[in-house]
């Protein structure tokens, strides 16, 4: 005959009770669970990793510009196309040595590549504005001019204007 022995008896025998133990299927569901919280987890990171880098981008582009039009009220003139953007920190790319009384630092800090990598595209004469103006223009995530990624000066076909309002889709896949 079975006798069934209540835990507070086998307490008092100085028995412990034994513990029930998960099974082998429980555990692979648990891990299956993480697995799949960890992977929204790094989806949603990586979504806000592209967002803060077209942030980024559009805040060094207002930096530029401003440094630009800095460089216009001391010289007179826009950057040429062969001193391009290097001008507004470093002297050396003056094509005129007569001017380098009149030249002063515009950007403390170089910013000859975009967040992306890429070089900033700079023409002296705008293609896309008004005579008074210039092109300044990063070609995104895809490194190709004239897509939809691309972050400029300029609003219309291929820019995205530096009004603030910039309308990109995501590939959080990292190729474009």
Do not use: C, H
Not at 1 to 15: F, K
Not at 43 to 52: C, H, K, S
Not at 127 to 149: A, H, I, M, P
């Amino acid at each position: 005959m079975i006798q069934v022995v209540s835990e507070e008896r086998l307490r008092s025998l100085g028995a412990r009770p034994v513990a029930r133990a998960f099974s082998l299927v429980e555990v692979m569901i648990v891990i299956v669970i993480v697995a799949l919280l960890a992977g929204v987890a790094t989806f949603a990171a990586i979504d806000r990793l592209g967002e803060a880098e077209v942030s980024r981008a559009e805040l060094d582009l207002q930096t530029l510009e401003g440094g630009l039009k800095d460089f216009r009220r001391r010289m007179g003139r826009y950057p040429t196309d062969e001193e391009g953007l290097a001008v507004l920190w470093s002297s050396s790319t003056l094509e005129n040595p007569d001017e380098e009384e009149k030249w002063s630092k515009t950007l403390e800090d170089p910013l000859p590549n975009d967040p992306f990598g890429g070089e900033w595209g700079y023409r002296a004469e705008s293609e896309n504005g008004n005579d008074d103006t210039f092109d300044l223009w990063s070609n995104g995530r895809d490194g190709e001019e004239g897509t939809e990624d691309d972050i400029t000066n300029w609003s219309g076909p291929g820019g995205g204007g530096s009004d603030g309002d910039f309308d990109f889709d995501f590939d959080s896949g990292g190729g474009g």
